[in-house]
Structure formats: structure tokens, C-alpha cells
């Protein structure tokens, strides 16, 4: 019934919205990927994603990246745990689905293999490239003994784990609050551009002011998304721009180990983002069309080297953050994305803080309160910072790739699951 609830909530606003089963052949199907979950393939977890729907809903001449491949088998297949433990190993995780749809005859039947490619991931971890959403319809990630995720499509529902049910919020990347933390910054980038157009010789095109919030969405997937792969854990503290000298200097807060001298290499995301902006300008100019908007959709089909090589210099930018986390300490940020330092050390005198508050959407008007006796030091420190520097956001990453994000907000700390916990790893 949660996955039915959500799978609602997720269709509002399509004008396709997506086709759920009735509830036994629902339960059926999550009940089997459930109990496969559990089995070993030659000694292997079993990781698999599915898609229920019908194999003529795909057309059978496209491909990755623009398309889905479709791959029909002669002879379909029962859908048993072992047939999929069996096939799990031929259809990559990160590449393709398993194809899943009603057989008049026999109820549930496994009819070939879907090819999507891995770019789709960069909706989970960041990236440039134009990828083939799933259409919409049920698909189920399997990731690991009793840990399944129900999407609609490539728009994740419900994922279980563990034997609790948690709500993706990665939503909370385009909530109001994430929004208000950094979007006064985004219009510093964006008048840095406007200037760059006003002297440029040719003509460019005017940038969409979203473009520059999505490139830093992308960045900050990227940058968690390689400290979770680094399987090592982190905490990255981003703080207001006023507290960066104080940071930098003796307080009652932190002790950062390795700081940086405070010139342009600092600041270096600020100017790969204003270069990206120019760059996209110039090459969407149109004499004809003095006017033409360009923003992050042009910059996914853009074809432009400059671009090319700038969105690798941002890909480049959040592995060098990454990094930082392997030590010990948390790395420190303005929310300008300015790098203070890192090896950061948070006080172990500030008040401890025993209750928090699980957000039970991305702008954290539903909570759940949790007490925070089963949490490690990292995250202990994270919530005590937060709790007295209630303009800090944290970005809390554990070892076995659990992420969240931590904040004050109405009157207490508040953490939100921070990605999909369908590719979290054992």
C-alpha cells in the first residue's frame, strides 16, 4: 500500500502517468524479488533491475543512448527466484532490466532483456549526457539481500531496506530551503556572466538563471556519489560565507587541519561554472535571435568541445573533493562551493544532541523523531555542529554508502536520506 500511495503522488502532472498492477500481482512480483534478493549466484549477491511492461511498448530499432534496446526471447521464461538468480549475471545492474509482463496463459512470465545503458546513473550521481529515461512503469532494483526499490519508471517510490521502508528524498536537491541556502550565489555567477556577454564580440544567447543551480546539483551528486564509491565514508560542512575567516582561525567549533591559501584555484568551481555559462552562450548565438534562451537542456545535447572539456574539468573538481574525505576530518566548503579545507575536526565539547528529526519529505514539513543512540561520532558531530550553527548544512556519508544531509530546521536537526538507496552497496 506505501508503494501505491507514493506511485500516485509521483504521477501527479504527467500526461502519461504510468501504469501500476493490481495489488496481488504487486505483491507478487515485489514478494519474488524480495526472496530472490536473498539468494547467491556462484557465491554472488544477486543485483538485478526489472521492468513490468509490455515488450511492444518498446520499439524494436533503438538503442543507448537515445533509446532503449529490446531484446525478446524465443521461449519465455517462468518468473520463478531461480530463474532470475540464474539470469541475474548476463543483465548488468548498471546497464539493463530485466523485461517482466502478464502471460494470458500462465499469469507473470520473464520476456527478454532491456538495454538502457549506464547513463541513466547520472540522474543518481551527476553528469552531462543525454540519457533514455525509463518509460513510465513499475520497475524494481534489486541491490542486495532484502533491499529492493520500487520506481515508477526512473522516478524512485519506496525502497526497502533492511526491513524499514525509507522514501527517496532526492527531491531535496530542488527543494525551496536547498534553494534559499545557495541561489543568492547563483545570481553573483550569473551577473559575472552577463558581463562576459556584454563585452563578447559575436552574439550569444541569454542563459537560463536555472542553469547555473542544476550545475551545482550535478556537482554535489558527483562529489557524494565518489565518496560513497570510495567506500571510506565522509562529511563534507558547507557554511555560510561569513564564517570563513572564523573557520580558517581559532574557534570553538573546529579544528581544520589543511587550509588553503584564498586565491582564484579556491575558487575554482565559481569559475568553471561562469566559463560553462559563457561557453554555452557563445555557442547557442544567433545573430537572428539576439534573444534565444539556452540552459541546461541545450547543454546536455551540446556537442561543443569547450563544454565537453569544461564538464569533465567540474567532473575532475568533484573527485579532487571527494578525495579529501579519505583523511580524517570533514571537508569545509562555503556555500559559494569555495573550498576552505578539509581534515576538519569538529569539537567534541559542543552539546551532544540525543533526538533528531527524520524528514519525511524534501522540504521537511513531515518528520519522524529518531533518537540517535545507534549513530557513530561522524554523525554525532555533524548534528551537534548543526544544532548550534543553524545556517550549516552537512552532508554525512557513511561507510557502507548511507548519505545524509543535516540541518536545523523548526527547531530541531533534521536529517534527509541523501540518494538513491537503491545502489548502496554491501
Not at 198 to 209: G, H, L, R, V
Not at 249 to 262: G, T
Not at 296 to 302: M, R
Not at 353 to 376: H, I, N, S, Y
Request: overall charge neutral; hydrophobic content about 40%.
Amino acid at each position: 500500500m506505501f508503494a501505491r500511495d507514493r506511485w500516485q503522488d509521483a504521477d501527479v502532472g504527467r500526461t502519461n502517468p504510468g501504469s501500476l498492477p493490481g495489488l496481488s500481482v504487486l505483491e507478487h512480483i515485489i514478494s519474488v524479488c524480495y526472496q530472490t534478493s536473498l539468494l547467491r549466484e556462484e557465491g554472488r549477491s544477486v543485483r538485478f533491475r526489472l521492468i513490468f511492461l509490455a515488450p511492444d511498448r518498446l520499439p524494436p530499432d533503438l538503442g543507448p543512448p537515445v533509446g532503449l534496446h529490446r531484446l525478446l526471447f524465443r521461449d519465455k521464461l517462468p518468473f520463478t527466484q531461480r530463474e532470475l538468480r540464474k539470469l541475474s549475471p548476463s543483465v548488468d545492474f548498471y546497464g539493463s532490466l530485466i523485461g517482466l509482463w502478464r502471460d494470458g496463459k500462465n499469469g507473470l512470465s520473464i520476456w527478454g532483456i532491456v538495454h538502457s545503458g549506464p547513463r541513466w546513473t547520472q540522474s543518481l550521481y551527476g553528469g552531462g549526457k543525454e540519457f533514455q529515461p525509463l518509460p513510465d512503469s513499475l520497475v524494481v532494483n534489486v541491490t542486495n539481500p532484502g533491499r529492493i526499490t520500487v520506481c515508477n519508471g526512473s522516478i524512485e517510490i519506496a525502497t526497502l531496506n533492511s526491513g524499514e521502508i525509507v522514501s527517496p528524498s532526492m527531491a531535496v536537491f530542488d527543494s525551496m530551503w536547498v534553494r534559499s541556502v545557495f541561489v543568492s550565489f547563483a545570481d553573483e555567477e550569473l551577473a559575472l556572466h552577463r558581463e562576459a556577454r556584454k563585452k563578447a564580440e559575436k552574439s550569444w544567447a541569454a542563459i537560463d538563471p536555472e542553469f547555473f543551480g542544476t550545475i551545482k546539483k550535478q556537482a554535489f551528486m558527483r562529489v557524494i556519489g565518489r565518496v560513497r564509491s570510495n567506500r571510506h565514508g565522509g562529511t563534507l560542512i558547507f557554511i555560510p560565507d561569513e564564517l570563513k575567516e572564523k573557520f580558517l582561525s581559532e574557534n570553538p567549533y573546529i579544528k581544520l587541519k589543511y587550509r588553503f591559501v584564498d586565491e582564484e584555484p579556491r575558487r575554482r568551481f565559481r569559475t568553471l561554472i561562469v566559463k560553462m555559462a559563457d561557453a554555452l552562450a557563445e555557442f547557442y548565438g544567433s545573430p537572428e535571435n539576439p534573444e534565444k534562451v539556452a540552459g541546461w537542456a541545450q547543454y546536455l545535447t551540446s556537442k561543443n568541445q569547450i563544454l565537453s572539456k569544461l564538464d569533465e574539468s567540474v567532473f575532475e573538481w568533484a573527485h579532487l573533493v571527494a578525495g579529501m574525505t579519505q583523511v580524517d576530518g570533514a571537508v569545509v566548503i562555503t556555500q559559494r562551493l569555495e573550498l576552505i579545507g578539509f581534515g576538519a575536526e569538529i569539537s567534541g565539547k559542543l552539546e551532544r544532541v540525543d533526538e533528531v528529526a527524520q524528514a519525511l519529505d524534501p522540504e521537511g514539513f513531515g518528520v519522524r523523531k529518531e533518537r540517535t543512540d545507534c549513530v557513530g561520532t561522524r554523525h554525532h558531530s555533524a548534528y551537534s555542529l548543526c544544532n548550534v550553527l543553524r545556517d550549516v548544512v552537512a552532508v554525512v556519508v557513511s561507510q557502507d554508502g548511507t548519505a545524509q544531509l543535516v540541518k536545523w530546521n523548526d527547531g530541531i536537526v533534521t536529517l534527509w536520506e541523501q540518494l538513491s538507496p537503491s545502489l548502496i552497496e554491501a
